[in-house]
Nanobody, 123 residues
Framework: QVQLVESGGGLVQAGGSLRLSCVASGSIFRLYAMGWYRQAPGKEREFVASINWSGDIQSYADSVKGRFTISRDNAKNTIYLQINSLKPEDAAVYYC????????????????WGQGTQVTVSS
């Protein structure tokens, strides 16, 4: 099973940018579809973005399309989430996710989770 460690969260002003990273270990990274979810206080964990094993197919939640970009570097066992034009409603704990299917767009596709990284947005 793959282990995931996120980093890059922090406090950012609305309209600003942030890049999250997730490093994987313990298994063959390139076999996994990878993605990001987020969970705000009092809300359910929600899908944000997914990328397939080769990196050429991405999926996004409607709320982040055009502002977030997911990418991966299989040589570094790392995925990234570039977040631009941050909004207050983007504030949440962001979780890295891994799955063995073509994507991790649904919670039932996820096999491993990271511990999460906090993104806070000041208005």
């Amino acid at each position: 099973q793959v282990q995931l460690v996120e980093s890059g969260g922090g406090l950012v002003q609305a309209g600003g940018s942030l890049r999250l990273s997730c490093v994987a270990s313990g298994s063959i990274f390139r076999l996994y579809a990878m993605g990001w979810y987020r969970q705000a206080p009092g809300k359910e964990r929600e899908f944000v973005a997914s990328i397939n094993w080769s990196g050429d197919i991405q999926s996004y939640a409607d709320s982040v399309k055009g502002r977030f970009t997911i990418s991966r570097d299989n040589a570094k066992n790392t995925i990234y989430l570039q977040i631009n034009s941050l909004k207050p409603e983007d504030a949440a704990v962001y979780y890295c996710a891994a799955g063995l299917g073509a994507a991790v767009t649904g919670l039932n596709n996820v096999r491993s989770w990271g511990q999460g990284t906090q993104v806070t947005v000041s208005s």
